[in-house]
């Protein structure tokens, strides 16, 4: 029930025979995932199949029907969910960035640490001005949303996300509303996460970018989990004919 | 100078005796007119920030969970938008009047009520403006994205600071023009104070013209006149309001 009770040998998530169905529609079936502390993890497969939706149900921006998620030690499907406590374990990168658009980089990156960690603002500011180095936007501290690109406002978002030090990092289609020019700046900015032992989970359609920096692949489709494995066995050895149809739609 | 101003409409009352600006002359006159303004600048003033506030909780709490906490804010503004603000004002001070407590004055024997016409005023309008307020500011926050939120949720802000921090910031920017609207409304509404005695501009027009007819169409003029520039400042700070809030690279 509470974080102690985590043991670091243990997988950080695990996902046990998850049901999730908006309305009558049943989007996931059954999904299971363990995680370990500093892996990446890929989630691939067609639309609909449920990607976003089961890293979505993670950091319990949706709820789940049945079965279980434990985020270091936190029951994410418990009723009695202390989301704070897994919010700040878990940050979230979405499709569309989601900036705040009435502030500047800077104090999008600052906002949450000083609202919700009450921490002092001249640390937050500190801290999220290393951030903003560390996404290489030096410079774009006073630029608002609006006058970023959309790959330079990813970059923000990602920063947002980290100052509240997170343990796992989700990325949810990151890259999918991108031009492709500023595609590969995300990216750059999520393999030097992963470098340095972050944990992540990615649903991305980006086949070359999983290959490189995913530990473990997840093909999903209509709602379960087709197949897994490293990405060598995964990409170059897929077993199940769904998996295989789908690559050679895309690579 | 000041000699030569009230000599012209002395001259012109006596020339032309429908154009009494007797107000211009008389210092008696002069000094209701003044007392009618600051009764006027002092309900207008506060009509306009309670009836804000009234908007923002409003619109937060139609935002609750709880379907009762709802259904009471949706009836509330069922019940302002959809009756007459004069008629609720006589029902604040008539009737809801009749049931809050007064204290004794000073002379040992008069009774005096602890909410004032004045205060009924205020507190009638407020409601009155209120709740069309709360159904501006809902627009507003129907205009801001779900998704960011749902951002601010995953930043584990609570429902409140979401609120203050991300959704209210940016709907207001949205709702301003029809706040403008509304609470330029609000002000030509405050002349219905009359209704309960309250001593503002309209009033005291109103007393001036009873008392010397021949002022009638002077004291309308000054009545016009002085809502043209009193709305006209409230537009004017309003709009630079508008602009100051303008975000880089965001909206129109």
Same mark, same amino acid.
């Given at each position: ?12 998530? %695990?996902?046990v025979?998850? &049901? ?18 500093g ?7 067609p639309?609909?199949?449920?990607k ?5 149900c993670i950091?319990?921006l ?5 079965? %279980?998620?434990t ?5 994410? &499907? ?5 989301? =704070? ?16 658009? &009435?502030?500047?980089?800077l ?12 921490e ?27 006058? =970023?690109? !959309? !790959? ?6 990602i ?7 997170p ?8 890259? *999918?509303? =991108? ?33 490189e ?11 379960v ?27 | 100078?000041?000699e ?41 003033? *506060? ?13 937060? =709490?139609?935002?609750?969970? %709880? ?11 069922q ?10 004002l ?8 009749q ?17 004032s ?6 507190i009638?309008?407020s ?42 910031? @940016? ?33 005291q027009?109103v ?9 009638l ?5 000054? @009545? ?29």
């Open positions: 029930m509470n974080a102690t009770q985590w043991d670091p040998t243990r997988p950080i998530i %695990s996902i025979d998850v &049901h999730k169905s908006f309305g009558d529609l049943e989007v996931l079936k059954g999904v299971s995932i363990d995680v370990m502390k892996e990446v993890i890929c989630i691939i497969g639309s609909g199949s449920g976003s939706t089961l890293i979505r950091n319990a949706n709820d789940i029907q049945s079965g %279980s998620i985020v270091e030690g936190l029951e994410v &499907h418990d009723a009695k969910l202390d989301k =704070l406590a897994l919010r700040r374990k878990v940050g979230m990168v979405f499709q569309q960035y989601n900036l705040f658009p &009435h502030k500047t980089a104090e999008n990156v600052m906002m949450a640490p000083i609202k919700v960690l009450k002092p603002r001249d640390e937050v500011e500190t801290r999220a001005r290393a951030l903003i180095k560390k996404v290489r936007l030096e410079g774009k501290e006073d630029s608002y949303p609006g006058e =970023l690109s !959309g !790959g330079q406002q990813q970059r923000v978002a920063a947002r996300s980290l100052a509240m030090n343990d796992v990092m989700l990325f949810d289609e990151v890259t *999918a509303a =991108l031009d492709p020019e500023t595609v590969k700046e995300v990216l750059v900015t999520i393999k030097d996460l992963a470098e340095e032992g972050m944990t992540c989970l990615l649903v991305t359609h980006e086949m070359g970018f999983a290959r920096i995913a530990d473990h692949i997840y093909f999903t489709d209509r709602g989990i087709v197949e897994h494995g490293p990405p060598e066995t995964f990409f170059d050895d897929a077993k199940d004919p769904r998996t295989r149809e789908f690559l050679s739609q895309i690579l | 100078m000041l030569l101003f009230t000599q012209f409409f002395v001259d012109l009352a006596d020339n032309h005796p429908r154009w009494n600006f007797i107000f211009f002359y008389e210092p008696r006159q002069w000094a209701r007119i003044v007392k009618g303004l600051q009764y006027t600048l002092v309900l207008s003033f *506060a009509c306009v920030i309670f009836s804000v506030i009234i908007g923002v909780v409003g619109a937060w =709490l139609q935002g609750s969970p %709880s379907v009762w906490v709802r259904r009471c804010v949706q009836g509330y503004i019940f302002f938008r959809n009756t007459p603000p004069f008629v609720q006589l029902f604040f001070y008539f009737a809801l009047g049931f809050t407590p007064s204290v004794t004055g000073p002379d040992g024997w008069t009774e005096i009520p602890i909410i016409n004045v205060g009924w005023a205020i009638s309008l409601f009155f403006a209120g709740a069309f307020n709360v159904e501006i500011f809902r627009s507003g926050i129907e205009a801001v994205p779900e998704s960011t939120q749902e951002a601010a949720d995953a930043l584990g802000f609570s429902r409140l600071q979401t609120y203050t921090e991300v959704v209210l910031p @940016l709907a207001f920017r949205v709702s301003l023009p029809a706040l403008n609207n509304n609470l330029v409304n609000l002000v030509k509404t405050t002349t219905q104070a009359i209704g309960i005695a309250v001593p503002e501009l309209l009033y027009c007393s001036i013209w009873n008392d010397y007819p021949s002022a169409y002077p004291t309308m003029l000054l @009545l016009f006149v002085s809502f043209i520039v009193l709305v006209g400042i409230l537009v004017l700070g309003m709009s630079r309001w508008e602009r100051a809030m303008r975000i880089p690279g965001y909206g129109g």
